[in-house]
């Protein structure tokens, strides 16, 4: 018999505002990251009221971690310091290692229309912190997509996909942390059984529809994210239909230290990023 991950909690996210005051919802983040670890945020934007999302993000600096942005409608431009400048557009990733540090804007390319996409944000172990930064522009031609035996279709954007009949590995693979981030698309009457490395930390977030967790026997909704066990197997199944964003990673077991858009593990290594950001040399 079949020993599931077990469903620890379920958290609703909150609204709120960043940037230039784009609105969005905080899935998670802030007090008790700790429980995420080695994630540190994720926020859902997206609306088609301009107003909501038109100043957007104008150039601010980061440090210690890295930043997962997943479009799915919309268009936005980023620009950096060390002079990349992509656009960001729907089925596209930006994936960017911030580490020492970046100083970055996301400007929306649009003046109307729809904008909708989230933003993960990943920890980097100590060794890694003041290493070296980089970005990656992701078009969806690059992002892989398979489909499943069930007829599940899944967006392969980091990691190794496989659920013992299907294997895909995604474009983004990295050290450490060794994240999966996949975005199942799940039509009504469908089920999917992803192999996810046992301790892995592992999140679900339902961004449409609603899907039930084997072993839990209740249903997780529309903007629901749930944190499960480190261990056991993982069974998804939807009478309805669902979109749902499998993130997992190999927790850090580090201490976190966040001020702001800064992730150290020391106070004193925060104090010296706000020296290094007074001071212009962040990014030296």
Known sequence: MSQFRQVLQIHAGQPT???????????????????????????EFGSDKPDDYIAGFPPHPHRGFETVTYMLEGRMRHEDHMGNVGLLQGGGVQWMTAARGVIHSEMPEQEQGVMRGFQLWLNLPGKSKMGDAGYDDIQPERIARVTTQNDVEVVVIAGQFDDGQVRQAGVVQRPD?????????????????????????????????????????QKLGKSRLARLSEH?????????????????????GEPIVQYGPFVMNTREEIEQALRDLRNDTLTA
């Open 17 to 43: 505002s960043d940037g230039a005051g784009v609105k969005l919802t905080r899935v998670f983040g802030g007090r008790g990251v700790e429980l995420f670890d080695p994630f540190l945020m994720l926020d």
């Open 177 to 217: 942390t060794e994240p999966q981030y996949f975005d199942f698309h799940m039509p009504a009457g469908t089920k999917i059984n992803p192999k996810v490395p046992q301790g892995h930390r592992v999140l679900l977030y339902v961004y449409e529809g609603e899907v039930e967790i084997a072993g839990h026997g």
């Open 232 to 252: 056991g197997e993982l069974q998804l199944s939807t009478t309805t239909g669902a979109n749902v964003l499998l993130i997992a990673g190999k927790p850090l």
